[in-house]
């Protein structure tokens, strides 16, 4: 079953680098991205791990907890974590979930369509979890989600800049424009009128009668 924005994520206890993780619990009232990589001792995931080791300050700045999942045991992530802290040039503190039941990739519908290929000359390659990504508001319901081939690597600075996004606007009336950063300008939400979004966000720059911009507001 397909995960839509606004889903509850879904719940699961897992073991992990970080001890038995019951996610909805680990969520904390916070923020929190998930996000799948086909295997341990793979190039493409070790770079990306290693991005997410380094963005760990980041991270903590936004208050978001980040965790992988992989089809790979607790064991083999320990002696993974090694490669990508040496490639990475940090620690790699995040929780990585042993999935080899793959009860994880299934609830998030992390896995490709090759997975439910009738098992005979299906190869390993048809059961890797694709590289999935979700961000998780602190009401545990899916914001946002981005679906990756295994081979193209994740962009992390996406990954952040959305997140800032999604934490910009969550409960606000506004909208964050095409290649937005923070700091940048917002588009006000059509359900304020003009007065109402002038007395809530200052001036406005209207460039059309539905595209009205505001500061960002603190």
């Given amino acids: 079953m397909s995960i839509r924005i606004n889903d509850v994520a879904p719940d699961f206890t897992a073991e992990s680098t970080a001890g038995t993780i019951h996610f909805h619990d680990w969520l904390a009232g916070g923020y929190a991205i998930i996000f799948s990589h086909p295997r341990d001792f793979t190039p493409v995931c070790t770079t990306e791990f290693g991005a997410v080791a380094q963005l760990a300050p980041e991270w903590a700045k936004r208050n978001t907890k980040v965790i992988g999942v992989s089809v790979d045991s607790v064991a083999d992530h320990g002696k993974w974590k090694r490669d990508i802290e040496a490639f990475?040039?940090?620690?790699?503190?995040?929780?990585?979930?042993?999935?080899?039941?793959?009860?994880?990739?299934?609830?998030?519908?992390?896995?490709?369509?090759?997975?439910?290929?009738?098992?005979?000359?299906?190869?390993?390659?048809?059961?890797?979890?694709?590289?999935?990504?979700?961000?998780?508001?602190?009401?545990?319901?899916?914001?946002?989600?981005?679906?990756?081939?295994?081979?193209?690597?994740?962009?992390?600075?996406?990954?952040?800049?959305?997140?800032?996004?999604?934490?910009?606007?969550?409960?606000?009336?506004?909208?964050?424009?095409?290649?937005?950063?923070?700091?940048?300008?917002?588009?006000?939400?059509?359900?304020?009128?003009?007065?109402?979004?002038?007395?809530?966000f200052g001036a406005l720059d209207i460039k059309l009668p539905y595209l009205r911009f505001a500061k960002q507001p603190k």
């Avoid at 694709?130 to 009401?139: E, H, K, M, N």
């Fill in 88 to 200: 990475g040039g940090a620690p790699a503190d995040f929780p990585i979930i042993d999935d080899t039941s793959l009860t994880v990739a299934k609830a998030f519908d992390m896995l490709p369509a090759d997975y439910y290929l009738p098992t005979e000359g299906r190869t390993p390659a048809n059961t890797a979890t694709v590289r999935t990504v979700y961000i998780i508001g602190p009401d545990k319901k899916v914001r946002l989600s981005m679906t990756y081939p295994m081979s193209v690597g994740r962009n992390f600075a996406e990954i952040l800049r959305a997140l800032d996004a999604v934490q910009a606007t969550d409960g606000v009336p506004i909208a964050t424009p095409a290649n937005w950063q923070p700091g940048q300008d917002v588009i006000v939400a059509l359900s304020l009128n003009n007065d109402q979004a002038t007395e809530k």
